[in-house]
């Protein structure tokens, strides 16, 4: 598949750069949590991890090295953490619209 003409093109020092600012983002996300609710609402973590993602497949392409999925030995364990992550960002958003509900309907039928 052929990219379009307006596809960015880095180099591979840009992309060294990119995986350095978004390498951080994830850490601190699967360290501290997530508690605005960025994963349930924007997928924030998922899309870090996509980007990681390319990033070291493009590595792998610009350098030769094939290492058969061209994804270094700690991305699967990457991969796994924020599998979890987003269980439990997926199950603490429910949590919380929940208590909102009853919430609600605490305040509406006092009101009545």
């Not at 994830?26 to 508690?35: Q, S, T, V």
């Not at 390319?54 to 924020?82: C, M, Y």
């Amino acid at each position: 598949m052929a990219m379009p003409d307006w596809a960015p093109s880095f180099t591979l020092n840009e992309l060294y750069e990119i995986s350095d600012a978004v390498m951080p983002v994830l850490r601190c996300y699967l360290e501290d949590g997530d508690p605005e609710q960025h994963e349930h609402q924007y997928g924030s973590v998922s899309t870090l991890l996509e980007i990681v993602r390319k990033l070291n497949i493009s590595f792998a392409k610009s350098s030769g090295v094939r290492r058969g999925n061209d994804l270094p030995d700690w991305f699967p364990q990457l991969e796994q953490q924020v599998c979890q992550f987003r269980e439990r960002a997926i199950e603490m958003a429910h949590q919380a619209q929940a208590r909102e509900s009853y919430a609600w309907d605490y305040w509406k039928n006092s009101a009545a």
